[in-house]
């Protein structure tokens, strides 16, 4: 049985980078709701930049989004690994850890996130490894489907792995609508209906990125340019469908001015905001057709 889960932070968020270090000392507190990191590129900084990082972390609700565990991979987890990143998570008081449904390693490091075979052989294995690493961290870890260009052998569609996974590992599940977009057309299906069989209880948090055309049916998940209009509207299905969760925008590289930033996680809060709201008034409307309905039947009994 599914537990339900709750998780300690909400609205939208940004991906702190190194490049963005000092631009976004300007930031004011309410101009983003939390901040995510990949623990890998933080473990052991110290000096100046060490400290810089951890005035962010002081001011801010922090999250990890982790690049190498590899939890798809062969060789064994690396505990030595896992052991840093659970005292980095105790120092900067770091809320959740989540991580790629891939592999980026086999006996070494591929440097690039690999699809699993979408096999029942793989979901038991994955889910196991995520239990164990959850055992170790003494919580939930929120694992995320990732974009893929190579499709990987196997006997179930991704969607079905994907929620055999969740399930088995008792996980929560990162749902980054970029990567269902660049999917969908690579991949050749409906960003929508994958959306709809996605086990919304699940969904911890999600991602919002650009990505670079390569062709007409051809995307590359780079995380280089703006959000386009069609992620946004299927970010804004799945608040309709799933409710506002937590959002955070990714930007690795060719970095804008920090207004053009903050207005893309403005954009995630007025989807929120929007659906919110719609969802407040719904949910108001059935309450007054409810006592309604119950006040006609009191005047037929009494009639
Ligand atoms: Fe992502």
Redo the contacts with the bound molecule.
């Keep these: 049985m599914t537990m339900p889960q709750q998780y300690p932070f909400s609205g939208a968020g940004l991906g702190l980078r190194r490049a963005l270090m000092s631009p976004l000392l300007s930031l004011s507190d309410d101009d983003i709701s939390f901040m995510e990191v990949a623990p890998e590129n933080w473990v052991n900084v110290g000096g100046r930049l060490g400290r810089q990082f951890r005035e962010y972390t002081e001011r801010f609700p922090f999250l990890c989004?982790g690049l190498s565990l590899s939890i798809g991979s062969p060789a064994p987890l690396d505990w030595d690994f896992l052991k840093d990143i659970k005292q980095f998570f105790s120092e900067h008081k770091v809320l959740s850890y989540s991580e790629h449904l891939s592999y980026c390693s086999d006996s070494g490091h591929l440097y690039d996130l690999l699809p699993i075979p979408f096999t029942e052989e793989a979901v038991r294995y994955v889910a196991d490894r995520i239990s164990q690493i959850q055992d170790f961290l003494g919580q939930r870890i929120i694992m995320?489907s990732v974009s893929y260009y190579a499709v990987p052998e196997g006997d179930m569609s991704e969607i079905e792995f994907l929620r055999g996974v969740l399930e088995e590992a008792d996980c929560g599940l990162?749902l980054?609508v970029?990567?269902i977009y660049v999917n969908s057309i690579n991949h050749g299906y409906d960003a929508e209906e994958f959306l709809r069989a996605i086990p919304g209880e699940r969904i911890a948090y999600g991602?919002v990125?650009g990505h670079f055309v390569e062709a007409e049916d051809l995307r590359v998940d780079t995380h280089g340019a703006d959000v386009i209009d069609p992620v946004w509207t299927l970010l804004n299905k799945a608040y309709e469908l799933f409710g506002a969760f937590p959002t955070l925008l990714?930007r690795d590289f060719n970095f804008p001015p920090v207004a053009e930033l903050l207005q893309e996680v403005s954009t995630i809060r007025e989807l929120q905001d929007g659906v919110i709201e719609m969802q407040s008034l719904e949910a108001q409307a059935q309450q007054d057709e409810s006592h309604t309905s119950t006040t006609d039947n009191s005047v037929v009994l009494t009639a």
């Design positions: 989004h995320e990162l980054d970029n990567n991602h990125a990714e």
